[in-house]
């Protein structure tokens, strides 16, 4: 069984840092991509950054500039720093991760987090 265990989220003052970190665990071959989704009150889940095991990144348009997702496949772990937050930030922010089971696994699993919240606010 393969856990993802969120850490770093909180209150924070607009214009102010955060730093949210993500370890997988349990037994598969490799992880593929990993990323962070948000989800405010009364909204969908959205993609915020994804990484590949290649480090290939991509961000949505709003964080880009203010946000860094980075990894660390050694530890299966993915960093999500975010700076110059905003009120608009304030969500539940979700680890995902894609990743095969198996060496020989045709297609990626996809994993989610419990949810971090992140709150921007004087």
């Known amino acids: 069984q393969v856990q993802l265990v969120e850490s770093g989220g909180g209150l924070v003052q607009p214009g102010g840092s955060l730093r949210l970190a993500c370890a997988a665990s349990?037994?598969?071959?490799?992880?593929?991509?990993m990323g962070w989704y948000r989800q405010a009150p009364g909204k969908q889940r959205d993609l915020v950054a994804h990484i590949t095991s290649g480090g290939s990144t991509d961000y949505e348009d709003s964080v880009k500039g203010r946000f860094t997702i980075s990894r660390d496949n050694a530890k299966n772990t993915v960093y999500l720093q975010m700076n110059s937050l905003k009120p608009e930030d304030t969500a539940v922010y979700y680890c995902?991760?894609?990743?095969?089971?198996?060496?020989?696994?045709?297609?990626?699993?996809?994993?989610w987090g419990q949810g971090t919240q992140v709150t921007v606010s004087s």
């Open positions: 349990g037994s598969f071959f490799r992880i593929n991509v």
């Open positions: 995902n991760a894609r990743l095969q089971i198996y060496m020989l696994s045709p297609r990626d699993d996809e994993f």
